[in-house]
């Protein structure tokens, strides 16, 4: 039997996270000076100074803001823009040690002291909550990595409201470098609008981020990864070591966090979504009752907010390995898929993954039993005979396809149905599957 080659499980440290957070702090703001902004982007051009840069590339902290969003065209008009002097909008900005100095005085056990010491440690100055795009297109240009589009530019001369020139750009791989000085000083002493709070603890971060974000709400999953408690770290930790996989069942896994909340969806369905309940039944005694609840954004977050246990040790070793024994199968699945029969559209479909998560927390140990399992699952999905409770009229359309497609109560009872059956099944042609621990009883 072929076994799955894990790499050792970083485990999540438990922290000591304050929950509910009350306090007079007042948040304090500053309008900064251009001169000083400049100054900033042209000492920290190599990537620093502005927040930790992940890996996914951006520069500000995952819990307070987007990741980048912008495309080429966005790029272009934001150059044009600054050429001509016409930069709108506000970048908002945390200055880190001076905040991290306020917050210690007052309130040493805030969660931000956590952030704001990890960034100061590294040499950071700011946080960004707004203007992640901004900043992040002028750290391009000033580094000479962007390339400026072919075409003809006008500019404002640096000191002159009426003087415009003209820069021709003949090819695409001209850089800040190749622009003539007085077009470099331009750009490097345009206003940008900009204000910079040294005054704020963790709730009024949050606050901050959600108020310059009006204009476009945030989503559920995006506010949730800018909440407190340890949650939000450990999915992103999640989404980091799948990223690979995450990558190819999106286009884009970091817009509106998109990834995260599928895995946000995954941990849901195999942590609350099926509980094992103690009845008392007909005869006085004890049993057990299986309740299924939905996934929906109120589960997710009851996740994110059931009290401050957070997981146990063993716990969260045991979901790190589930999402790295996933990955890995995913990856060799992938490469092996015509020798399976499995199609591209099987492949990219991600309640199949979702569901082999939830078979792989209850029994689905090694990359054979797991390919076995899908193509059980494969035979479901596509039996268009089979209904959930027939006879019942209110689900008569509900097959295990329309069930993998939805998140109501009724859809997961369909679903744990059939991935049981698929385990019992592997069991019977794989019988030297080691016990089950802490598993679901298969019926």
């Given at each position: 039997?072929?076994?799955?080659?894990?790499?050792?499980?970083?485990?999540?440290?438990?922290?000591?996270?304050?929950?509910?957070?009350?306090?007079?702090?007042?948040?304090?703001?500053?309008?900064?000076?251009?001169?000083?902004?400049?100054?900033?982007?042209?000492?920290?051009?190599?990537?620093?100074?502005?927040?930790?840069?992940?890996?996914?590339?951006?520069?500000?902290?995952?819990?307070?803001?987007?990741?980048?969003?912008?495309?080429?065209?966005?790029?272009?008009?934001f150059f044009i823009s600054l050429l001509?002097?016409?930069?709108?909008?506000?970048?908002?900005?945390?200055?880190?040690?001076?905040?991290?100095?306020?917050?210690?005085?007052?309130?040493?056990?805030?969660?931000?002291?956590?952030?704001?010491?990890s960034l100061v440690e590294a040499g950071?100055?700011?946080?960004?909550?707004?203007?992640?795009?901004?900043?992040?297109?002028?750290?391009?240009?000033?580094?000479?990595?962007?390339?400026?589009?072919?075409?003809?530019?006008?500019?404002?001369?640096?000191?002159?409201?009426?003087?415009?020139?003209?820069?021709?750009?003949?090819?695409?791989?001209?850089?800040?470098?190749?622009?003539?000085?007085?077009?470099?000083?331009?750009?490097?002493?345009?206003?940008?609008?900009?204000?910079?709070?040294?005054?704020?603890?963790?709730?009024?971060?949050?606050?901050?981020?959600?108020?310059?974000?009006?204009?476009?709400?945030?989503?559920?999953?995006?506010?949730?990864?800018?909440?407190?408690?340890?949650?939000?770290?450990?999915?992103?930790?999640?989404?980091?070591?799948?990223?690979?996989?995450?990558?190819?069942?999106?286009?884009?896994?970091?817009?509106?966090?998109?990834?995260?909340?599928?895995?946000?969806?995954?941990?849901?369905?195999?942590?609350?979504?099926?509980?094992?309940?103690?009845?008392?039944?007909?005869?006085?005694?004890?049993?057990?009752?299986?309740?299924?609840?939905?996934?929906?954004?109120?589960?997710?977050?009851?996740?994110?907010?059931?009290?401050?246990?957070?997981?146990?040790?063993?716990?969260?070793?045991?979901?790190?390995?589930?999402?790295?024994?996933?990955?890995?199968?995913?990856?060799?699945?992938?490469?092996?898929?015509?020798?399976?029969?499995?199609?591209?559209?099987?492949?990219?479909?991600?309640?199949?993954?979702?569901?082999?998560?939830?078979?792989?927390?209850?029994?689905?140990?090694?990359?054979?039993?797991?390919?076995?399992?899908?193509?059980?699952?494969?035979?479901?999905?596509?039996?268009?005979?089979?209904?959930?409770?027939?006879?019942?009229?209110?689900?008569?359309?509900?097959?295990?396809?329309?069930?993998?497609?939805?998140?109501?109560?009724i859809n997961i009872e369909f679903r744990?149905?059939?991935?049981?059956?698929?385990?019992?099944?592997?069991?019977?042609?794989?019988?030297?599957?080691?016990?089950?621990?802490?598993?679901?009883?298969?019926?």
């Open positions: 039997m072929q076994e799955l080659n894990l790499a050792p499980a970083v485990v999540f440290p438990i922290k000591e996270y304050p929950y509910e957070v009350t306090s007079d702090f007042i948040t304090l703001k500053r309008t900064l000076k251009v001169k000083e902004l400049e100054d900033t982007v042209r000492k920290y051009g190599g990537g620093k100074g502005f927040a930790i840069k992940v890996n996914n590339g951006t520069i500000a902290p995952r819990e307070f803001q987007r990741p980048e969003s912008w495309k080429n065209k966005h790029r272009k008009a001509l002097d016409r930069v709108e909008g506000t970048l908002v900005l945390v200055d880190v040690e001076t905040a991290l100095r306020r917050i210690l005085k007052t309130f040493p056990n805030d969660r931000s002291v956590h952030l704001f010491q950071y100055k700011w946080i960004i909550m707004d203007g992640n795009n901004r900043l992040k297109f002028l750290l391009s240009l000033i580094n000479n990595e962007y390339k400026i589009p072919v075409g003809t530019y006008k500019y404002i001369v640096e000191g002159s409201e009426t003087t415009v020139c003209k820069h021709n750009v003949r090819h695409g791989k001209q850089t800040f470098k190749d622009l003539p000085e007085k077009l470099q000083e331009a750009i490097l002493t345009r206003s940008l609008n900009s204000s910079e709070y040294y005054q704020v603890d963790w709730v009024n971060l949050k606050v901050i981020f959600q108020n310059c974000n009006a204009g476009c709400p945030p989503n559920p999953q995006e506010l949730r990864n800018s909440g407190n408690g340890p949650w939000p770290e450990y999915v992103r930790q999640i989404s980091d070591n799948v990223s690979d996989m995450l990558q190819f069942l999106f286009a884009d896994p970091m817009s509106r966090l998109c990834g995260d909340d599928w895995i946000v969806d995954c941990l849901d369905f195999a942590i609350q979504a099926i509980q094992e309940i103690e009845v008392e039944n007909e005869d006085g005694e004890s049993d057990v009752e299986i309740q299924f609840s939905g996934i929906a954004q109120g589960t997710k977050n009851k996740l994110y907010n059931d009290g401050t246990t957070f997981l146990d040790y063993e716990s969260q070793k045991f979901y790190l390995e589930k999402f790295d024994q996933l990955q890995q199968t995913f990856e060799e699945i992938k490469s092996d898929a015509k020798e399976y029969g499995f199609s591209d559209k099987m492949i990219k479909r991600r309640s199949t993954w979702q569901n082999l998560f939830w078979m792989m927390c209850h029994g689905i140990l090694t990359y054979e039993q797991s390919v076995e399992a899908l193509k059980l699952h494969e035979e479901a999905y596509k039996n268009k005979d089979r209904f959930k409770d027939p006879e019942g009229g209110d689900h008569d359309d509900l097959t295990f396809k329309n069930s993998c497609e939805g998140s109501r109560a744990y149905e059939i991935l049981n059956e698929i385990i019992n099944k592997v069991q019977e042609t794989h019988p030297d599957i080691p016990s089950l621990n802490g598993a679901f009883n298969l019926v």
